[in-house]
Structures are given as C-alpha cells and as structure tokens.
C-alpha cells in the first residue's frame, strides 16, 4: 500500500500571498504618501485623516474590484481553454492521446513508456491530464477571483491603517517626520516578511521597497508643498 506524504511548498500560496503583500504595500505607501501631500500643503489634523480615510476606503474598493476582474479574466480563459479541450477529446480522443504521449517524450520519457503513462492517465482523468500537462493549469495555481478580492481590499486596508494610526497619535509639528518614518519602517518590515515567506533573500527585498517607498512619499510630498504654496 502506497502512503502519500503531503509536501508543503510555498508554490501553494503564492496566489494568495501575492495579493496579500502587494495589497498591504499598496496600502501604506500610497496612504502614507496622500497623507504627506495634504499635510505638506499645510492641511490641519482633521483635513490628513480625512483623506487617509478617504484614501482607504477608496483603495480598497479599486484594489477589490481590480484583483477581481483581472482573476475573473484568468478564469474566464481558464474555462474556455478547458472546454475546448474537452470538445478536442470527444472529436480526436486517439490525437489527444499522441499530443499528451508527445509531451512526455519531450519531457525525457522514452516513447513506451510515455505512451504507458498517457494510457493510464487518460483513463484515470483525460481531462485533468491535458489541463495540467497540455495547459499548465492546476488546482494550486488556479483563478480564485473572490478570494483574490477579498485579500486585496483586506490586506490594502491594514496597511492604509498604519499611517493613519501614526497620522492621529504624532505631534502635529512632527506629522510628516513621524509618518515617513514609520511608513518606511513599515515597508521594510513587510518586505521582509515577503523576502521570507517565499525563500527570497532578506536585504534586497528591504532596499527595494524602501527605496520606492521613500520616493514615491518624497514626490508626493513636493507636490503637496508646491500646490500649498500655489493655492
């Protein structure tokens, strides 16, 4: 009797994690550097955590509905790829059997033995066969619009919270020193975790979101002075 022994890899929540990191990156940096630009044009208090508050909710609705349609797209062209698939089998079953056959022998099978594998899993699961190994398709890898939706807009509104947070507690001389500061630390830390979560090296993680980070708040910060200064 054959025991499985389940393997965790981090393929397995790429997916997910994905959209989880970006999210929550999208959400500090962009609310961090809206909050920047309001109180760089000299905005008080209230008039920063309104737009932060604004600026979450909004983010996290087009983060939701964006993710949303792109995955839904995926699927879409998932489920027709696998249609006419399942056309091609009932037309040519015998065809269908050499192209699978074709694709383990490219694979480094010698060609009974790709022609054995092709029979049994063709008997097992036509279908499934070519959707893996014809299309590349597979249940780890495969579309998840809602659950894609609801990491975006969750994870984008944890991470537009903690400059907001930092926006309501930080003496208002300082706001804009307490805010970048914290938000960059954020992002480093994010960083991190990503770098770690799929094997990656720490370090070059850290200075790339740091990096962008603090140039997309500088940018947005002498905006929100020159339109200060302006109007």
Known sequence: ML????????????????????????????TASLVLGVAAAHGTRSNVLVAG?????????????????????????????????????????KGEHKELMAIYVGRGLDPSLAEQVADQLMAHDAIGAHARDELGMSETLRARPIQAALASASSFAVGAAMPLVVTALAPKTSLIVFVSGTSLLFLALLGALAARAGGARVMPSIIRVTFWGALAMGITAGVGVLFGTVV
């Open 53 to 93: 508050v604004a600026g979450l909710v909004a983010g996290a609705m087009s983060m939701a509905a964006g993710e949303y349609v792109s995955v839904h797209s995926q699927a879409d062209t998932e489920q027709a790829d696998l249609a006419r698939e399942r056309a091609e089998l009932r037309a040519d079953d």
């Open 3 to 30: 025991v499985r022994h389940r393997e965790r890899h981090r393929t397995e929540y790429t997916g997910w994690s994905r959209t989880a990191v970006l999210g929550a990156n999208d959400g500090i940096l962009s």
